[in-house]
Nanobody, 122 residues
C-alpha cells in the first residue's frame, strides 16, 4: 500500500512558478513509478509527467520544458517544479503511483493523493 499526500498548491500569476510536493509512504521508488496528473473544472483528468527509476521521465507536450519532476529517495518525496505557468495550467494536481514494469496507462496508477489546487491568474 502506498499513501500519497500532496502540498504546495496555491494562487500564482501567469509567468510565475510553484513547486508541488508529494510525500509518499514506504519504499516507493524501488517498486513504483511516480507521476503527476491534473484535472481542470469540467475536464477529464490528464497526464502531466511520469518518472520511473528516479531518472526515466516522460512529460506531456503541454508542460515539457516548463515543468520538471524530481524525487528524493531518502525522504520519499516527489516534486513538481512548475515554471512559466499559464492560466490553462489551472487545475487540481494529483500525485499517483504505478507499479514499475507496467505501462503508463491510467488504469495502472493504483495509488492517488487527495490533490492540491493550482490557480494561475492572467
Amino acid at each position: 500500500q502506498v499513501h500519497l499526500v500532496e502540498s504546495g498548491g496555491g494562487l500564482v500569476q501567469a509567468g510565475g512558478s510553484l513547486r508541488l510536493s508529494c510525500a509518499a509512504s514506504g519504499r516507493t521508488f524501488s517498486s513504483y513509478a511516480m507521476a503527476w496528473f491534473r484535472q481542470a473544472p469540467g475536464k477529464e483528468r490528464e497526464f502531466v509527467v511520469d518518472m520511473s527509476w528516479s531518472t526515466d521521465t516522460y512529460y506531456a507536450d503541454s508542460v515539457r520544458g516548463r515543468f520538471t519532476i524530481s524525487g528524493d529517495n531518502a525522504k520519499n518525496m516527489v516534486y513538481l517544479q512548475m515554471n512559466n505557468l499559464k492560466p490553462e495550467d489551472t487545475a487540481v494536481y494529483y500525485c499517483a503511483a504505478r507499479p514499475l514494469f507496467t505501462a503508463r496507462a491510467m488504469d495502472n496508477y493504483k495509488f492517488w493523493g487527495q490533490g492540491t489546487q493550482v490557480t494561475v491568474s492572467s
